[in-house]
């Protein structure tokens, strides 16, 4: 029932088809119910007209008969009756009509009383009704009743019947009533019911077969055209319309076509402006790599003879080395960015523990300069399957980010665990950032406030990186911040690849903080 | 005296590669132009070759191709990009090792003494794997009788699988031991190495019975005769 009704929402056919031919059994249902109560009316109005002129004929004869036996005996009065009643006496089903006499009530209180039926018809089929009027005005406008037969409750034939009275000598009053079966005129009218319900169907399927024809001729474009206009949003920008004829339909598929073509080229002409824009970048990454290992010997040749510098000139070359790790951090990070960008970065993925590659990760970094480092989570295995570089790569970025910006107020890394999710929080209690902050905060070369200088020297593209790398593990990297209360952020990876995040390890607002800041950055947005 | 051939289009940065190399105790001859190398290579008969893989005129990668048909010298590329396919085509044709722009001089100077030195004998000098006899002060493999051409660093990995039959050494365990790199998880090299050595000494290379596959694992010396 419910993909029925799916269907029927889905298609304009089935719905004009649907509602037309409702329609059509409406129209035809009410237009035949009038013809046919008049057409039955007119036959019942014919019968009726005849029954009463045979009515009126038979007993006019009937009363002659009885005004000859006048003076006769009670004997040969009742030969007479009989026969009267017997005139019709043939089967039930055949007899053209039925009679009835009945005595009046005062009549019935004489000593002998003519009473019978034809055909063992029961008189209870004549109502009491019908009866008063015709003592009191000696005859009865035709009545449609149902003859009744004796020992036959189950039979019984429609009829028109028609009553008077007549005389019989002495002077006794009696009803007799005549019974026209409408047999004939019953099957006429079925037969007619029967012609017209076949005509109702047919015109119906009729209709429904020429509505079919005209909406298919209509909607069967349309439906292609919206098959086509699915193909082209799923990217498959070669798709085109069949152009027939040069009607309505044709002009859109023309139209349309068109508008697929210019689609495809202002698609394809912007990809491959961004095709050839990271080809730069990779290009000059690539390029600039050869003279930095020439400068990078020369300075490391500079720095071994330091000793017989200058102060000024040994402090220069101290520098010069330290920046030129700075550019090749840079070159590296911008090469990452452009794989990412090309869609060129895979994935490798292997079973690991992640609590050592934490470990390790904070560790190297303690051993630089520190700010109090906190490890918190339960003393167990986080294994998960994932590309063991990436995610030193996402910690590392996380925790640098997390020193940089701490105030030296000291940075918490916890790690927490469900059973399809591994999640790392990086939480440090300096600078924070604002809600207007919060957008940009992973986009490229974006510095939280540009007036403040840098104390490590991060490329500007360690956030931006961290979220393409959870992105490719299908895991998510939230950020909570405050100003003046710090900053939290939480990657959540899921176990085994390809199985979308569904709950989170770890609380991205800190429990230590009860507001509801939260800039969602696991959609496509960046 | 050990000589370097470096092959390089940059000339600053093959100078460079002149005083860094001069300073470690090597003799350097530079090369500068793709369609020389060849030439100078038979002419000088370096002990090692630095060979960038982008060259103009013959490409690093043809050069390496033509210089291993003829020596198992010792040959190290030098790439831009680390992660291309260029890094196999040049390990495909022949190179050793690699080294990725921009490196550190120590780095450098570390892995060329790797590639240079002689393995050590220690105490037992003849191997066996399955029917081919090692000889490690001859420096050369025998199989019924026959020698077979090795290149250094392929007799250095077959020794070093030899040299413990039956153990399984991982990928990172084999380029500690053989590449002299440290935290290295590029397996490209070792999986490049092992499908060339085993071309040389196995007698059906599809069906590796002396090197086997451990999958998920590593490799390992076959003990079936």
């Given amino acids: ?526 | 005296m050990t000589l370097i051939m470096v092959v390089d289009d940059d000339q600053d940065l093959a100078e460079m590669l002149g005083i860094v190399l001069n300073g470690a105790g090597y003799e350097v001859d530079l090369v500068n132009h793709g369609d020389q190398a060849l030439e100078e290579f038979r002419t000088n008969t370096p002990d090692l070759v630095l060979l960038d893989v982008m060259l103009p005129g013959v490409d690093g990668i043809e050069i390496c191709r033509q210089i291993r048909a003829e020596s198992m010298v010792p040959i190290v590329m030098l790439t831009a990009k680390g992660d291309s396919h260029d890094v196999v085509l040049g390990l495909e044709a022949g190179a050793d090792d690699y080294m990725v722009k921009p490196f550190k001089s120590s780095e450098l100077v570390a892995r060329l003494k790797v590639r240079l030195r002689r393995s050590s004998t220690d105490g037992s000098n003849a191997l066996r794997i399955g029917d081919i006899l090692i000889d490690q002060v001859a420096h050369s493999l025998n199989r019924d009788g026959r020698t077979i051409p090795l290149t250094r660093l392929e007799f250095d990995l077959l020794v070093a699988l030899a040299k413990e039959p039956g153990r399984v050494f991982t990928r990172e365990a084999l380029l500690s031991e053989v590449w002299g790199y440290q935290h290295a998880t590029d397996t490209r090299l070792v999986n490049v190495h092992i499908q060339r050595l085993r071309s040389k000494v196995e007698r059906d290379p599809d069906n590796p019975e002396l090197i086997q596959t451990v999958r998920g694992f590593g490799y390992k010396a076959g003990t079936r005769k």
């Fill in chain 1, 1 to 526: 029932m419910n993909s029925f009704l799916r269907r029927w929402r889905r298609s304009i056919l089935l719905q004009v088809i649907g509602s037309s031919v409702l329609i059509s059994i409406v129209v035809t249902s009410i237009v035949g119910t009038l013809l046919y109560s008049r057409i039955s009316d007119g036959i019942y109005r014919e019968k009726a007209h005849a029954a009463v002129a045979e009515a009126q004929s038979l007993a006019d004869y009937t009363q002659s008969q009885l005004d000859i036996t006048r003076y006769r005996t009670d004997l040969s009065l009742t030969k007479v009756i009989s026969g009267i009643l017997r005139v019709a006496d043939v089967s039930p089903t055949t007899s053209v009509r039925e009679t009835i006499l009945l005595a009046t009530p005062q009549t019935a209180k004489s000593s002998t009383v003519y009473q019978g039926t034809s055909n063992d018809v029961l008189i209870s089929t004549i109502p009491d009704s019908m009866r008063k009027i015709v003592r009191k005005d000696f005859f009865s406008d035709p009545l449609r009743v149902k003859i009744l037969y004796k020992g036959r409750p189950n039979q019984s034939i429609e009829a028109i019947a028609v009553g008077r009275v007549i005389g019989i000598p002495p002077n006794y009053i009696y009803e007799i009533y005549y019974l026209f079966p409408l047999t004939q005129q019953s099957q006429l009218i079925d037969l007619i019911r029967g012609w017209m319900l076949g005509t109702a169907g047919v015109l119906t399927l009729m209709i429904a077969l020429i509505i079919w024809y005209v909406v298919r001729k209509v909607v069967l474009p349309v439906r292609e055209v919206a098959e086509v206009a699915e193909k082209l949003t799923e990217g498959d920008l070669g798709r085109r319309l069949a152009i027939r004829g040069e009607d309505e339909m044709g002009r859109l598929a023309v139209s349309f076509n068109e508008m697929a073509l210019a689609m495809q080229q202002q698609i394809s002409r912007l990809e491959n402006l961004s095709r050839l824009q990271q080809r730069f970048v990779s290009d000059v990454s690539h390029e600039l790599r050869t003279p930095l290992t020439t400068i990078r010997m020369a300075s490391q040749i500079l720095y071994d003879s330091r000793g017989s510098l200058d102060p000024a000139a040994s402090r220069s070359v101290e520098l010069l080395i330290s920046q030129i790790e700075r550019f090749e951090t840079l070159l590296t990070d911008l090469l990452e960015v452009s794989r990412f960008d090309a869609r060129a970065a895979i994935l490798e993925t292997k079973d690991i523990d992640l609590k050592p590659l934490v470990l390790k990760v904070i560790d190297e970094l303690q051993a630089n300069e520190m700010p109090e480092f906190n490890f918190q989570g339960p003393d167990s295995e986080y294994r998960a399957e994932v590309d063991d570089r990436r995610i030193e790569r996402i910690i590392r970025n996380l925790i640098s980010n997390a020193i940089d910006h701490s105030e030296n107020k000291g940075v918490t890394v916890t790690m927490a665990q469900s059973e399809h999710e591994v999640a790392i929080g990086v939480r440090d209690y300096g600078i924070g950032f604002t809600d207007r902050d919060a957008e940009r905060l992973f986009d490229r070369f974006w510095r939280a406030d540009p007036s403040r200088s840098r104390v490590r020297g991060g490329t500007g593209l360690g956030l931006s990186i961290a979220l393409d790398d959870a992105k490719l593990h299908q895991g998510t990297l939230k950020a909570w911040g405050r100003p003046g209360s710090g900053a939290n952020f939480v990657v959540t990876l899921p176990k085994n690849p390809g199985i979308p995040i569904a709950s989170d390890p770890i609380e991205v607002i800190p429990s230590d903080q009860s507001s509801t800041l939260l800039p969602d950055f696991d959609s496509d947005d960046i």
